[in-house]
């Protein structure tokens, strides 16, 4: 071999593929062609949507080598693979973030300008993917990200519902929920698997019997079996070779049992039998509503999660002769306990399908697992009816008494005759009518339990699992969250992205932490201006869009103010709307009020059963009606609820804030990533003491961070004591004439009635303490318009809040995980072709 020559001559000869060059010519031929062999159309005839679908075809085939090249490498026996189980993955649109990580942005867009065409265009009519509710699945999707930049090898599993998360309307101030069609025109990252299908057991009974070697075994005989056929998309690291896959099922009906019916004459049952079993991967559940008794969720849990270990025991196979090392090969990740019923479906696996005994099963079980925690709600924790569950997974009850039993056992030991400990630790719960409890099933099955912020693992360790840390206390740690800068700045943010790249280079995208070299800037009275120039024509941008949507105009000069989550009591957007109709009734009572004007932007879904978090959507608008109209008030306040917060539109909204808003009640928000995506994107925060506030609070500096509210010891002092909300009702003005006017019909067109259930709730019991914190947070807001008004010294805090945002990329998160929890190294993949020159 001589290279120098070889290369000489290779160059020469070397043409460049359609399906693979990159000059702007080829990319250009090859829409051209994706445009009319795959969609059937000629520029005359296409519209956005076409030309969307011809170049997502066209970056696909880009990523194929990459991608098959991952696939490969990882089947190698010494190569562990990190296993992310999720009933959720809230990816977002996929074509700009593989433009970006492909480093092939500027190029497409030069093919696409050649070809007449806009890109941004094309890129905003991608229909996102809603597998996902909100933090939990959005968690995911940033941490397949990383794992795929730092070379990781890793497999996220998880469903692919026919509907995501609804698409909101909002109707007279109301939420309405639309059915979310995201498969309508196809999806081009996909590519199904049908030869990775595998079936799934549901109901039936088991059986003991001896085998031929005369060994006591358990068979599970079902009453019906699901097919469940993969899809897989790709996900690919920031220039590197790696593409990982998301491996998503659908549940299908299995033939077999289909001819039976048929064969009988019974075409109806057929017919059944498919609807029934696809009708398993149709639709989302939505989060904050009580799962319990809800039989077909269950059911979904149970079938990615057997199709996910199947489908790990068949990639096993393929280069082992057996399972023993199993626990070397794979770190499964349960994302909170949707899908822990995986630790009684690995221990069936290998001890009725492959044999083990309970101990060596036992061991690569929980050498496999690891269980993150996301919520202490007690409403979010999951447990199943035992009857429901005997019914759905007869085998599975058995062996998760087994393991209680085993357990249980292991608790005597230790405290004897302590029967409060044993039923505080069983898995189950049977004070009355009996359930599973799952966090109990996942934190036994799993070597290591995590929560996902520093005062949330404090938490864990303190509430709803102190029994179990005081049992295994080396089990419990922490890993504080964190989001992808490729997304949540790179793509999304590209001016304040090409700004910072100008001054120090782009191995920030890579290496977060890098982004401390900005202070050197903050007395740079040019590079502020930058700064702030670039932010206000980021708002601009978002101001257009709400006079777009809305026909409601604001103005960037103002102070964007921003309030976007799901919506819910804990994370108490109404505090936010206290404040606001505070702002409102100053103005009110002295309209010359020296004020700093705000625009006051809200975004987020309710869950479709959560009644008070729907008539907060509606409080919201109605303020908005009045307040938007009211000539007093000349444009000094405006209040904006943006309809269908999704991905899509967090890339929107995150560059174009000025204020994070992050006003939990203490204790109650595990983490929180929207923080972090504000922050990084030059957003100040007003927060409480709550989930990763805390942290960003401390890497930020205090003085850069608007802190207000009660601390979670204070909360519980103060439910001690006995928490009074009329005292604060009567002993403060303010708050008292804030919910006058709200109780009064003000903004519901004289109806007194419309909100009560809102006002009650917080005038008798008020669970999440708004009252407790409505001084701290006002008195913290009027600190707040202040500081905006001086902003030369806003900007030094908003450089200072991206500069240190170092420890809140996923890339941190996901090494932490790496070295603590999974075990796990990089794996460079090398290219090699499959395509033959001469083929
Ligand atoms: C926390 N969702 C955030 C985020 O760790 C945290 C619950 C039941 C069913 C379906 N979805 C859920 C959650 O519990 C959830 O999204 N939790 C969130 O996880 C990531 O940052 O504080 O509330």
């Not at 995201?182 to 590519?191: H, T």
């Not at 196979?317 to 199993?326: A, I, K, M, V």
């Not at 401390?516 to 590079?527: A, P, S």
């Amino acid at each position: 071999m001589n290279p120098p020559i070889n290369e000489m001559m290779q160059s020469q000869i070397q043409i460049e593929d359609d399906r693979t060059g990159l000059s702007i010519e080829t990319l250009r031929r090859a829409m051209a062609d994706n445009l009319f062999y795959i969609l059937g159309k000629y520029p005359a005839i296409a519209n956005n949507k076409d030309y969307y679908m011809a170049l997502a075809y066209t970056v696909r085939d880009r990523l194929l080598h990459r991608w098959l090249n991952t696939y490969e490498a990882y089947m190698k026996p010494e190569v562990k693979i990190v296993c992310y189980l999720s009933a959720e993955f809230l990816v977002g649109p996929h074509l700009a973030n593989n433009l970006i990580n492909l480093g092939i942005y500027d190029q497409i867009r030069q093919a696409v300008q050649e070809s007449g065409l806009n890109l941004q265009e094309l890129i905003n009519t991608e229909e996102e993917p809603g597998l996902g509710n909100g933090g939990l699945g959005r968690l995911a999707a940033c941490y397949m990200e990383s794992l795929a930049t730092l070379e990781v090898p890793a497999i996220g599993y998880g469903i692919r519902y026919e509907f995501g998360i609804f698409d909101q309307e909002i109707r007279e101030g109301w939420q309405v929920e639309i059915t979310d069609k995201w498969l309508q025109d196809g999806n081009p990252w996909e590519i199904i698997r049908p030869e990775s299908e595998v079936y799934i057991n549901f109901g039936g009974r088991t059986e003991p019997y001896q085998d031929d070697q005369g060994n006591y075994r358990v068979r599970w005989i079902p009453e019906y079996v699901v097919k469940g056929i993969a899809y897989d998309t790709p996900i690919l690291g920031y220039k590197v070779n790696t593409a990982n896959t998301l491996r998503l099922w659908k549940g299908e009906a299995c033939e077999s049992f289909n001819f039976q019916r048929f064969n009988v004459g019974d075409y109806y049952g057929a017919v059944d039998t498919k609807v029934y079993s696809e009708n398993l991967t149709k639709v989302l559940y939505p989060n904050d509503e009580p799962v319990q008794g809800k039989e077909l969720r269950l059911q979904q849990q149970y079938f990615f999660v057997s199709c996910a270990l199947q489908d790990m025991i068949r990639i096993h196979l393929t280069e082992s002769e057996n399972l023993d090392n199993f626990g070397d090969k794979f770190a499964a990740q349960l994302n909170d306990t949707h899908p822990s019923i995986g630790v009684a479906e690995l221990m069936r696996l290998l001890i009725d399908v492959h044999h083990y005994s309970w101990d060596q099963a036992w061991d690569i079980t929980q050498k496999t697992f690891a269980y993150t925690n996301h919520t202490l709600l007690p409403e979010a924790l999951e447990k199943w009816p035992l009857s429901i569950f005997g019914r759905l997974l007869p085998r599975h009850l058995e062996i998760i008494y087994e393991i209680n039993r085993r357990f249980l056992d292991q608790v005597r030991m230790k405290y004897p005759g302590n029967n409060e400990k044993l039923s505080c630790l069983s898995l189950i719960d049977d004070r009355g009518e009996k359930y599973i409890r799952m966090a109990n099933l996942a934190t036994v099955g799993s070597h290591k339990v995590n929560g996902v912020a520093a005062l949330h693992s404090e938490l864990v360790k303190k509430t709803i699992l102190r029994d179990f840390y005081e049992f295994w206390p080396e089990k419990f740690t922490n890993v504080t969250n964190g989001v992808t800068p490729r997304r949540w700045m790179v793509v999304s943010n590209p001016r304040l992205s090409e700004l910072i790249t100008s001054r120090i280079g782009d191995n920030w995208i890579k290496n977060l932490d890098e982004l401390r070299r900005l202070e050197q800037f903050v007395d740079d009275g040019h590079f502020r201006y930058q700064w702030r120039e670039v932010k206000w024509g980021v708002k601009q941008d978002l101001a257009n869009y709400i006079e777009d949507k809305l026909g409601i105009k604001v103005s960037p000069d103002t102070l964007f103010d921003v309030q976007v989550k799901r919506i819910h009591e804990y994370k108490r957007q109404h505090l936010n709307v206290l404040q606001i109709i505070t702002l409102y009734n100053r103005i009110k009572h002295n309209p010359n009020l020296d004020f700093t004007p705000r625009t006051c932007i809200f975004g987020g879904k309710a869950a479709p059963g959560y009644y008070m978090a729907k008539l907060i959507i509606k409080l919201i608008n109605s303020v908005a009606e009045v307040v938007n109209k009211d000539p007093d008030v000349r444009d000094r306040l405006k209040v904006v609820f943006l309809p269908d917060y999704n991905v899509t539109l967090g890339q929107r909204v995150y560059p174009a804030a000025d204020l994070s808003e992050q006003i939990s009640t203490a204790g109650k928000e595990a983490s929180g990533t929207g923080n972090m995506k504000f922050s990084l994107n030059g957003a100040l925060t007003i927060g409480t003491y709550d989930g990763a506030n805390i942290e960003i609070r401390q890497e930020v500096g205090e003085e850069n961070f608007f802190l207000f509210g009660l601390k979670t010891e204070d909360i519980d002092q103060l439910r001690a004591k006995g928490y009074n909300p009329w005292d604060y009702y009567y002993n403060n003005p303010e708050l008292k004439s804030t919910l006058d006017l709200i109780s009064s019909g003000f903004f519901s067109h004289g109806d007194c009635e419309l909100f009560r259930p809102l006002v009650d709730s917080l005038l008798h019991s008020d669970p999440f303490f708004l009252f407790a914190d409505y001084q701290s947070y006002l008195e913290c807001q009027d600190r707040v318009s202040q500081a905006y008004k001086d902003q030369e010294y806003w900007t030094k805090m908003s450089i200072l809040n991206v500069a240190r945002m170092g420890k809140f990329s996923s890339d941190r998160s996901i090494k932490e995980y790496c070295e603590n929890i999974w075990y796990a190294k990089p794996v460079p993949i090398e290219m090699k072709d499959y395509v033959q020159a001469d083929a």
